[in-house]
Nanobody, 123 residues
């Protein structure tokens, strides 16, 4: 499975972006997808995830109420809608796929990773 993440860019605080994660080699509905982010000098942290079983979603506390993860099976794409962006959301965002039924938070449970897309939020 190869994952292609896109949609990053530069936005002012309070603005919105939508990230996309398109897998190849397997349909998006058959695995759990997570979004992670890595700010400069920091580790990679879980942001949001959607389980392939029943489509349950999970979010980091820092993004609850602002970010929404969803899946469009017809387009075989997982999205991360980011609203109310803050400067502290600035990071490289990665999508990843897991074979687990539930959404794991630890990156070690994800077997496939995309290349990352930069999100920069200016104050």
């Amino acid at each position: 499975v190869q994952l292609q993440a896109s949609g990053g860019g530069l936005v002012q605080a309070g603005g919105s972006l939508r990230l996309s994660c398109a897998p190849s080699g397997r349909t998006a509905s058959t695995y759990t997808v997570g979004w992670f982010r890595q700010a400069p000098g920091q580790g990679r942290n879980f942001v949001a995830g959607i389980a392939w079983s029943a489509g349950r979603t999970y979010y980091a506390d820092s993004v609850k109420g602002r970010f929404t993860i969803s899946r469009d099976n017809a387009k075989n794409t997982v999205y991360l809608q980011m609203n109310g962006l803050k400067p502290e959301d600035t990071a490289v965002y990665y999508c990843a796929a897991s074979n687990l039924l539930a959404v794991p938070i630890a990156e070690t449970h994800y077997s496939y990773w995309g290349q990352g897309t930069q999100v920069t939020v200016s104050s």
